[in-house]
């Protein structure tokens, strides 16, 4: 019964995640023009995924210490505090410093409910909470942007902002009442510094403001970090789960950050009106969500290559399509193709099989995997994006990990 209550913590953790994505994104272009920020996005985008990262090490010694009703209360309160310093702010800095304490206390509060679900669920039951997970963003994806821009356009970005508090609130008390029977993991827990220097590296080149050389040093100590709190072989992208941990970040690095500037790129570049680029954005998820529903009902060995390599099509199509018709085509595709690929990424990154891996370890891998994937790509990105070849390199970037993705995908 702990499992099943865990998983439907975790399918409403996934909801809330999509109400928050969409209001973020859709808003985004809108914010940076309010804040004069528009030469500081990686600023804006990344500091949610740096507060996540940063809560990873602390998240079981908070646990520890204050227990799950301690730790729901702190964390509540964090979020909504970070939340409101957002709404409020007056600058890029205050609003990622809202950001940044709200993606803390996100992370305090899921990283227990997910690594616990991990534990305690078959390869089966864990398979269709990946579907589950995924039909949570249907709704969000067909009426949360056109829903935020019309509450935008009535009392304006800073109280829309707070439109996911009630999902968000509502998920992480399911999570951590739900996981709150269960047993603590006797994993110990991993040094501070090491984990650190992924937030690290990343705030580097999120601050580097255009200075490549700390650019590609943060880049570095990023990367340094990540192989060094992964388990052993991701970095050599050694056949079996290592391969899936190592195709996870480069799947994220790609997606989520192409996902994080899709509305600035049409309305700078494209020409797109903020309605039309949210259509866009939608389309993505969508795709995601109703094809991971058909994947997992008919599984194959060959879905994540396939997929990621559409992935990878569809987003280096989004550098060089210049209409509103082709960026839907291709992120459309794109989504089809992560629909296809998930599922059975996910799996074989959570499956020990002969890897020797514990199930503490693969918990913790998968989570690290795709928030370092998350926070390089929108760290990155954003950098990027500010230069003088603009969010085409972004998107060149995005393509190409997202193709080595693929390849990654191949040796699981």
Not at 109 to 126: P, Q
Not at 295 to 300: D, G, I, Q, V
Not at 352 to 381: K, P, W
Not at 385 to 397: E, I, N, P, R
Request: charged residues 10%; aromatic residues 8%; glycine residues 12%.
């Amino acid at each position: 019964m702990t499992g099943v209550r865990l998983a439907a913590g975790i399918v409403a953790l996934e909801f809330a995640a999509a109400v928050t994505g969409f209001v973020a994104s859709t808003l985004l272009p809108v914010v940076a023009g309010d804040l004069d920020a528009r030469d500081s996005l990686g600023l804006l985008i990344a500091g949610s995924s740096l507060g996540l990262f940063v809560a990873l090490p602390l998240a079981s010694r908070v646990l520890a210490r204050l227990g799950p009703r301690g730790t729901l209360a702190v964390g509540m309160i964090t979020y909504l505090g970070g939340l409101l310093l957002a709404a409020m702010s007056r600058t890029a800095w205050m609003f990622a410093l809202g950001q940044f304490s709200a993606g803390l206390a996100s992370g305090l509060l899921a990283v227990f409910g997910i690594s616990t679900a991990i534990r305690h669920l078959d390869e089966r039951l864990r398979l269709k909470v990946v579907a589950a997970s995924s039909a949570m963003w249907i709704v969000p994806a067909l009426i949360g942007p056109a829903a935020t821009l019309g509450l935008e356009h009535l009392v304006g970005w800073r109280w829309t902002l707070l439109l996911p508090v009630p999902f968000v609130l509502f998920g992480r008390l399911l999570v951590v009442r739900a996981a709150r029977g269960s047993a603590n993991s006797t994993e110990t827990p991993r040094p501070l510094s090491r984990t650190l220097t992924v937030p690290l590296g990343a705030a580097c080149v999120v601050f580097s403001k255009g200075s490549w050389p700390i650019a590609l040093a943060g880049a570095a100590i990023t990367v340094i970090g990540m192989i060094a709190i992964l388990p052993t072989g991701t970095a050599r992208l050694r056949p079996g789960t290592p391969a899936a941990l190592g195709a996870m970040v480069l799947f994220a690095i790609g997606y989520f950050g192409a996902d994080s500037l899709i509305t600035v790129l049409l309305t700078t570049e494209s020409g797109a009106s903020l309605g039309q680029a949210a259509i866009v954005l939608s389309a993505a998820p969508l795709g995601w969500a109703v094809t991971s529903l058909v994947a997992t009902r008919f599984t194959s060995p060959h879905f994540p290559v396939v997929g990621l390599s559409l992935t990878a099509l569809g987003t280096g199509a989004l550098a060089f399509g210049d209409s509103f018709a082709v960026a839907l085509v291709a992120w459309t595709l794109a989504g089809i193709g992560v629909g296809l690929a998930y599922p059975g990424l996910y799996i074989r990154a959570t499956t020990a099989g002969s890897s020797g891996f514990t199930a503490a370890e693969l918990a913790t891998a998968v989570i690290t995997a795709e928030c370092v994937g998350q926070l390089l790509g929108r760290a990155v990105g954003g950098a990027l994006s500010t230069s003088d070849t603009g969010l085409f390199a972004s998107y060149a970037l995005f393509a190409v990990a997202l193709a080595a993705s693929a390849s990654a995908a191949a040796r699981t």
